[in-house]
Structures are given as C-alpha cells and as structure tokens.
C-alpha cells in the first residue's frame, strides 16, 4: 500500500533533474529519475539575469513534460546554496513568535541588503536547540529570494499536476537528509549518535551538509574550494563556528559532478576518516532506470529533496512577512 508519494525537481545550470518517490509500508521506493538539458542557465532565467519570456517557457514545458502524468501529492524544487540567500540565525530560547519573525526579517534584511520586507519571499525552519553557556539556543535556517525570482520558480511548477507545490529546500538540506540512509559501497548505514559530513564537489562552488543522529545540523558553502586543501579548510571552519571540533565527525560523504576529484590525504590528517561517494541509490528499493551518462551522486539533490518531501522525513516552512 502506497502511503505517500513525492517529488523533486533540482536545478543546475541548464540542467534540470528530478526524482520521484513512493513511500510504502515495506520501505521507499524510487520510481522516477532523469534529467532534462536546456540551452540556458536555469538559475540566471530565474533570477531575470537572462532574457527570460522564451526561457522560462522552455524550462515549464521541460519539468511538465518529466512530470506530466506523476502522482506526487508535493512538489518541491532543490536549490544550491549560493543560488538562493540562505542562512541560519541563533534565536534565544522562549521568543515570541513576533519576535522571532523581527529578528528573522531584520537578519534576512542585513544579509539580503533589501530595505523593504515586501520584496522578499522568506522561509524559515527550525533546525535544532542547542545550549550555549547559560542559554538554550534555537538554530532557524532561513531561505530568501526576491518576490520576483519566487514567483518565476513557482511558474516553473505551474505544469506539473500536483496539488502542493512544496516550498524550496537546499542541495544540502538534501544531502544530509540522504546521508544518514545511504551508506557506502551499497550497503545501508543505520543512523548513528555521531556527525556525519557530505560535501558537494561543484565546477563553481563547494557545499558543506553536517547531520547528526539523522538529522540535518547546519550547512555552509564556498565559492571555488577546488582543492583539498580548501576544502578541508572551509569544513573546519564551519564545525568551529558552531563548537565542534574536526573529531566528532566519524563519516564524510562526498557527491556532485566530481566526487572522487580531491586526493584523501588532507581529510585523514583532519578528520581521521577518507570521504566515500554518496550513493543515493542505497537508500531506496529503485523500481525505475538509472541514468548511467552521470555519477550517481549527481542525483544526490533531487533524490534526497524527493525523501525530505515524504512521509516522517516531512519539513515544514513558515513565511516570514
């Protein structure tokens, strides 16, 4: 029996991804994968950097197409860190809802440089409480665009035949969703008590994903970081910023274009632990073709962003106005 059943759809310059999942009482089931190409950068028609009306056209008629006939209750649309303003923000313990949406809206404020909350389309998450000194802390990751870019990446869903198009979610919100189920060499990993890191190796950026006991920690990303060096630099830059130290992390998965292209070496010196491609595949009973053009770990985003969308893996997104 078939108890829910979701979709998503990842954005990469022209390349559009997407992947679709059932969730049954034996499991997960992924029943749709592919990849559509157009000859523009999705993201640029999105936020108006590029001559729009014919594109974005294009790119509706591309998703329906993939999506025509799917029975996905939601729909959501995975989004690379550095293609959206993404932050998170420490909120003291027992705010106000007013207040927490002050703080929010004024942080999304200074972060975005938009002197007019009107302009903006915010969506803020709690993640998880933490104690810091004598205070109990709520960490709130938050997700912005402009009213204008919001309103063409809903656009960009009008042809899909789903009755909730879901709100948008992170590469990396996707990763460390996958990671804790997707174990190395095929083999499923039961979710454990320790920090476990993936990092997503792309052409212009790399993205950093923590989770911990299964569920998604914090995130970060760096233009370029190519090198190894680099990236180790920036992963450990992100752990002290939040307490933690390069130790707690007992397993690094790696995905993107390239997820074997940096030498080991700078990570065991580190971490004490070598990074493993992330097979997004092993988290689920795949009842469908599997592209074999791609690494699989191309497909970590939209894979990932489908199982957030289902079941108990669920997130729920409140507007900030």
């Known amino acids: 029996m078939t108890q829910s059943i979701s979709a998503a759809i990842h954005i990469q310059g022209p390349t ?83 207040e927490r949406e002050r703080r929010v809206a004024h942080q999304a404020a200074l972060v975005t440089n938009t002197r007019s909350l009107d302009a903006l389309h915010t969506l803020r998450r ?33 042809e899909v035949p789903a009755p909730e198009a879901a709100g948008r979610l992170l590469s990396s919100e996707a990763a460390a969703r996958l990671v804790e189920h997707a174990g190395s060499g095929g083999e499923v990993d039961p979710p454990t008590d320790g920090y476990r890191l993936a990092i997503g190796r792309y052409a212009a950026h790399t993205e950093y994903a923590l989770s911990h006991d299964g569920a998604w920690h914090h995130a970060h990303a760096a233009e370029g970081a190519r090198t190894p060096d680099d990236q180790v630099y920036y992963a450990v830059g992100m752990l002290n910023r939040i307490g933690l130290s390069p130790d707690v992390v007992d397993h690094i998965h790696v995905y993107g274009d390239a997820p074997n292209a940096a030498p080991d070496g700078p990570f065991e010196t580190a ?30 985003p939209c894979v990932g962003g489908a199982l957030t969308l289902s079941g108990d893996w669920a997130r729920t997104d409140q507007r900030v106005e």
């Open 126 to 158: 709690s993640i998880r409480t933490a104690t810091e000194g004598d205070e109990t802390v709520e960490w709130v990751h938050v997700l912005a665009v402009p009213q204008e870019v919001e309103a063409r990446m809903r656009t960009l869903l009008s």
């Open 271 to 300: 971490f004490g632990c070598s990074p493993v491609p992330l097979d997004p595949f092993a988290a689920v009973d795949v009842a469908t073709d599997l592209p074999d053009e791609e690494p699989a770990s191309t497909y970590v």
């Open 16 to 98: 559009i991804r997407y992947a679709e999942v059932a969730r049954t009482a034996s499991g997960v089931e992924l029943r749709r994968l592919g990849r559509e190409r157009i000859e523009v950068d999705v993201v640029r028609v999105l936020w108006g950097e590029e001559n729009g009306v014919e594109a974005l056209d294009e790119m509706v008629a591309a998703v329906g197409g993939a999506l025509h006939d799917t029975e996905a209750s939601t729909v959501g649309l995975v989004v690379h860190p550095l293609d959206v303003y993404s932050f998170f923000v420490p909120l003291p313990d027992g705010l106000s809802d007013d």
